[in-house]
């Protein structure tokens, strides 16, 4: 489901950062462990086609969508990938529900205001959805941001630190409700972080 081989990037044209070779079966949960500045950040971005490789395969399903550009490459990505910034990004001017159904639009998906409330109650900012994203806390934006990426139900899942901003309670939440999901619909779920507390939740893990 979720493949690399050879893959490096580089920000300056000199220095490359090698990666792992990876293979992630469809409905396998991994975790990938790194140090600030091991280039975890940049490996999630190149599996989810945000960043384009210097060379090397990031195969998604049979597609290699290290060759793919413009349109085509976004709508992949709407539909089979849901990513979780470290950093939520939303549109300020929307609401919270506004910026869900975005993301439903935006992957030619079907606008299910029901699901959108389930996942928001889910991860106990349904209270929230008229919000506009600037009025919530870092936590609750993290939370929202996890609940964009997880409604259109993608075949692979990749969080970007998502537990960084929790205390322990809505921590062990957040996990659960990422492996209910991914299980949910078979998907593949990779969560890339520094936090020692996952550890015991991953079987299978990545070092970098």
Not at 76 to 105: D, M, P, W, Y
């Amino acid at each position: 489901m979720l493949q690399t081989k050879g893959l490096y990037y580089s920000y300056d044209g000199r220095n490359q950062l090698q990666f792992p070779d990876i293979d992630c079966k469809k409905g396998e949960h991994w975790l990938l462990l790194g140090q600030s500045g091991s280039g975890k950040t940049t490996l999630l971005h190149l599996l989810g086609g945000l960043l384009t490789p210097k060379g090397g395969v990031v195969n998604i399903d049979g597609t290699n969508i290290a060759n793919m550009v413009g349109s085509a490459l976004d709508r992949f990505r709407g539909q089979r990938v849901g990513i979780i910034f470290q950093k939520a990004h939303f549109v300020k001017s929307l609401t919270v529900e506004e910026n869900l159904l975005l993301a439903q639009q935006l992957a030619g998906a079907p606008a299910s205001k029901t699901r959108i409330r389930e996942m928001l109650e889910r991860l106990n900012v349904g209270h929230k959805h008229r919000s506009k994203p600037d009025r919530l806390s870092a936590g609750e934006q993290q939370r929202v941001a996890i609940a964009r990426a997880l409604v259109n139900q993608p075949a692979i899942i990749l969080a970007d630190e998502p537990t960084s901003a929790l205390d322990d309670v809505n921590c062990n939440e957040v996990i659960h409700l990422l492996e209910e999901q991914a299980a949910a619909v078979a998907a593949t779920l990779l969560v890339v972080t520094h936090d020692s507390r996952l550890k015991a939740a991953f079987r299978n893990q990545i070092h970098l």
